[in-house]
């Protein structure tokens, strides 16, 4: 039986040696491209004066998803866009999801 035949009685999840391995998994951060040094954040989420970011001040507040995310939406709203109706819009809606989970959770008590 040639190595050709025991390899195709196997399914192709099968693993061997050199099959499934991505090369770039032995490749470094720089041969890669990958640059952690750079801030990701984007200016729009960056206080002007103090430097604060908006994710830093939900994070120590410790808000939730729909407030954390209203949050950052009240903060940016004149930043991002020309206009800040669309983001004040969304701090609304999330405003509202998170009144009615407050509901919710009375409602089952």
């Known amino acids: 039986m040639t190595e050709y035949e025991k390899k195709e009685r196997h399914s192709k999840y099968y693993y061997e040696k050199d099959r499934n391995i991505n090369p770039k998994m032995f490749m470094s951060k720089e041969e890669l491209g990958i640059d952690y040094s750079k801030d990701k954040t984007p200016n729009y989420y960056i206080g002007r004066v103090y430097g604060y970011e908006a994710r830093k001040v939900i994070e120590d507040f410790d808000l939730g998803y729909n ?32 009144l009615d989970k407050i509901k919710n959770v009375k409602a089952n008590l």
């Not at 983001?87 to 609304?92: D, L, M, P, S, Y």
């Open 67 to 98: 407030l954390g995310t209203a949050t950052s939406y009240i903060l940016r709203c004149s930043r991002k866009h020309e206009t800040a109706i669309d983001c004040i819009q969304k701090a609304i809606n999330h405003l509202e999801f998170e």
